[in-house]
């Protein structure tokens, strides 16, 4: 089965760090670009970062030079490393991939995570 | 770079179509033939109904169907189901990011 499973969320004080993990499962992790996508709660979503096969890595700028997205595909894991927290970062996050053709391009995310909750409050 | 703009909300009763847009600028919906579209519905992580504007993932419903004109995108649904009712977010992939529109409401009435 086709599976990411996120973890890693949890309570921190603004200003401090947290490292997500999204394990994958069922497929080539190392042919997927990856993404990671946050919702605040009654909120759209939100493009955080992603990270091709290379290990190319994007990211908006609200989160540019705070947060690292990194791979590691010999474990088939994703990560998300976030330093000095906001209140503004608190949100469900979750982890999707996505097929990349270099002739033809992005082919949507078709997989996610059930997402991991972090909380940025003192 | 701004998110895409969508409807707030859309209605329509069972057996309807309705159409969602989306509108962007030339250097995301309108530059390329990357537009995905995703349904959410409420504490469940969102899935992928079209790609590359007008692409259906396997097991989508033919129902739903994408299209794009210039800057804007578009989502229709037609015969309308009570299942329907959810979240829609249109989505543009650009050279350096990937930009979300910020979502709209789907009531079948």
């Known amino acids: 089965e086709v599976q990411l499973v996120e973890s890693g969320g949890g309570l921190v004080q603004p200003g401090g760090s947290l490292r997500l993990s999204c394990a994958a499962s069922?497929?080539?992790?190392?042919?997927?670009?990856m993404h990671w996508v946050r919702q605040a709660t009654g909120k759209g979503l939100e493009w955080v970062s992603a990270?091709?096969?290379?290990?190319?890595?994007y990211y908006p700028g609200s989160v540019k030079g705070r947060f690292t997205i990194s791979r590691e595909n010999a474990k088939n894991s994703l990560y998300l490393q976030m330093n000095s927290l906001r209140a503004g970062d608190t949100a469900v996050y979750y982890c999707?991939?996505?097929?990349?053709?270099?002739?033809?391009?992005?082919?949507?995310?078709?997989?996610w995570g059930q997402g991991t909750t972090v909380t940025v409050s003192s | 770079q701004s998110a895409l703009t969508q409807p707030a909300s859309v209605s329509g009763s069972p057996g309807q179509s309705i159409t969602i847009s989306c509108t962007g600028t030339?250097?995301?919906?309108?530059?390329?033939?990357?537009v995905s579209w995703y349904q959410q519905h409420p504490g469940k992580a969102p899935k992928l109904m079209i790609y590359?504007?007008?692409n259906r993932p396997s097991g989508v419903s033919n129902r739903f169907s994408g299209s794009k004109s210039g800057n804007t995108a578009s989502l229709t649904i037609s015969g309308l189901q009570a299942e329907d009712e959810a979240d829609y977010y249109c989505?543009?992939?650009?050279?350096?990011?990937?930009?979300f529109g910020g979502g709209t409401k789907l009531t079948v009435l």
């Open positions: 999707a991939r996505e097929y990349y053709d270099i002739l033809t391009g992005p082919y949507g995310m078709d997989v």
């Open positions: 590359e504007v007008s």
């Open positions: 069922g497929f080539t992790f190392s042919s997927y670009d």
């Open positions: 989505s543009s992939y650009t050279s350096s990011s990937t930009l």
């Open positions: 030339s250097s995301d919906v309108g530059g390329y033939n990357y």
């Open positions: 990270i091709g096969t290379a290990g190319d890595t």
